[in-house]
């Protein structure tokens, strides 16, 4: 999935960020497999041990309007018609799921205290 995403950003269009050469891609991903098998804080399998339970760890309300104004920026970024968004499948779908999070985050700030 990393290997068709990387593909997409450097056949899709420009990007304006550097990219490793692609044959450096798989050394890059072996090292952090390695890594991961080796190194505790790569380890995040307890991470939930510690703290309340899930369903008690929310969002404060400041927090979910910076969530929301994000989400509004980004649902406006790929949408511009002058960077030819607006006609990329992919883009609509984002955007038809950035939409999504967002009716989830202006309910959790209508449920959520100041």
Not at 66 to 73: A, D, G, M, N, T
Not at 84 to 109: F, H, K, S, T
Request: aromatic share 8%; net charge negative; glycine share 4%.
């Amino acid at each position: 999935e990393a290997q068709r995403l990387a593909d997409a950003m450097i056949d899709g269009r420009e990007v304006e960020m550097p990219i490793a050469d692609k044959e450096d891609w798989r050394c890059a991903f072996d090292t952090t497999i390695e890594k991961r098998a080796t190194e505790a804080q790569w380890d995040g399998t307890g991470r939930d041990i510690a703290g309340p339970p899930s369903d008690q760890k929310n969002f404060t309300w400041l927090q979910l309007h910076v969530i929301k104004s994000e989400l509004e920026r980004l649902m406006i970024d790929y949408t511009n018609v002058t960077l030819g968004w607006d006609v990329d499948p992919v883009a609509n779908q984002l955007v038809l799921n950035l939409a999504d999070y967002l009716a989830e985050i202006d309910y959790e700030i209508s449920i959520t205290p100041l």
